[in-house]
Each structure stands twice: as structure tokens, then as C-alpha cells.
């Protein structure tokens, strides 16, 4: 490849999660909730609302993290 040939490359889902994967990940992490109320109003037990927050917490903050450690390496190693 010669030299005038290069691009840069660009990283179009990086910079979509970038700029909007807070609202995502809060969205993502607020569906086993959402669902848990669902089926407690369709005659499940109590119990899935429990288990709907617990898993809305993990989801939530392993998506919110990811979304932050995603952050920082394009800030540092993504071409301008």
C-alpha cells in the first residue's frame, strides 16, 4: 500500500456508544425490571420483582462501566 493510500480508520459504533451509550445502558439495565412488573401482573410470583431489581443493579452497572471504560480508550487511543 503506498503511502498516499492510508486512512484513517474510522470506528462508527465506537463514537454511536460514545455519544450515546448512557442513556443506553440505563435503558438495557431498566429492561429485567420492567419485565420482572410484567409478569408480576400477569400473576407471578412477588418474588420476580426481587430478582428483576437485583438483576436491573448488575446489568446497570456493568453496561454504565463498560460505557465509561469505552469512553476513556477512545479518548486516549482513537485517531482524531
Not at 73 to 78: A, Y
Request: hydrophobic share 60%.
Amino acid at each position: 500500500m503506498a503511502n498516499g493510500d492510508y486512512q484513517i480508520p474510522t470506528y462508527p459504533t465506537v463514537k454511536f456508544l460514545v455519544a450515546h451509550g448512557m442513556p443506553l445502558a440505563i435503558l438495557i439495565g431498566l429492561a429485567p425490571l420492567v419485565i420482572a412488573v410484567v409478569l408480576v401482573v400477569l400473576g407471578w410470583s412477588a418474588w420476580v420483582i426481587a430478582a428483576g431489581v437485583g438483576i436491573s443493579l448488575v446489568l446497570g452497572v456493568v453496561l454504565v462501566s463498560y460505557v465509561e471504560v469505552l469512553r476513556v480508550i477512545s479518548d486516549t487511543l482513537m485517531p482524531k
